[in-house]
């Protein structure tokens, strides 16, 4: 069963601190990984994608992958109150257009506080 | 703003129902794909359309089924809905870039079965 594990927090940070969201993930065949955000009642908003080793910077958000480790992470500089959310992290096959399925952690709920 | 939508946005039917959900997605967005999402969880895989052919499925059981339209929407459709039926509905579009790609999520219907 491929799975990929989220902490559901709360994870709670002050405003204009860095929160660290972190997400692994069993199945050593999947080639990207995704960060969406959804608000309470909405649905997810994508965030992030990255495929590669390393880090992936996009404004105040940077997500990070080890294959390695099998481990993904975003990162979020200056966190706001408006930052606050569930954060859902989800690993897919690569490429081609008769695969793409995406399997996605339960979540981490972000609360940042003024 | 995602281009993809879905309809309704709300629904409540009764243990034993059928129901279908719509969605529409962006002209180009050839792959689409249908999520459940129950509350407090990430959301599951229910099964892809390519080309107005399925091409992947989840671990839902053949009451759960679909169509793919040339006109880029699409259909779930669920029999003899259960109780546990309840949950967000989200379709999602799928922009290939590439050797990578993107999938949007539609707003999602809310279904509650009694």
């Known amino acids: 069963q491929k799975e990929v594990e989220q902490n559901s927090g709360p994870l709670s940070v002050p405003e204009g601190a860095i929160a660290s969201l972190n997400c692994t993930y069993s199945?050593?065949?999947?080639?990207?990984f995704f960060w969406y955000r959804q608000y309470s009642g909405k649905s997810p908003e994508l965030i992030m994608s990255i495929y590669s080793n390393g880090d992936k910077e996009d404004g105040r958000f940077t997500a990070q992958l080890n294959k390695a480790s099998q481990y993904v992470s975003l990162l979020i500089r200056d966190s706001q109150p408006s930052d606050s959310a569930t954060y859902l992290c989800a690993g897919g096959d690569h490429g081609s257009s008769n695969t793409g399925k995406l399997i996605f952690g339960q979540g981490t709920t972000l609360q940042v506080k003024p | 703003e995602t281009g993809v939508t879905q309809s309704p946005t709300h629904l409540i039917k009764t243990r034993g129902q059928q129901v279908t959900l719509r969605c529409s997605s962006q002209?180009?967005?050839?792959?689409v794909s249908w999520y459940q999402q129950a509350l407090g969880q990430g959301p599951q895989f229910i099964f892809q359309y390519y080309r107005e052919e399925e091409n992947g499925r989840g671990n839902f059981p053949p009451r759960f089924s679909g169509l793919q339209f040339p006109n880029y929407s699409s259909e779930l459709n669920v029999n003899a809905l259960e109780l546990d039926d309840s949950a967000l509905y989200l379709c999602?579009?799928?922009?290939?870039?590439?050797?990578?790609?993107?999938?949007?999520f539609g707003p999602g219907t809310r279904l509650t079965v009694t």
């Open positions: 002209s180009g967005h050839n792959t």
């Open positions: 999602a579009s799928r922009l290939d870039r590439g050797n990578s790609y993107e999938q949007y």
């Open positions: 199945d050593r065949g999947s080639q990207s």
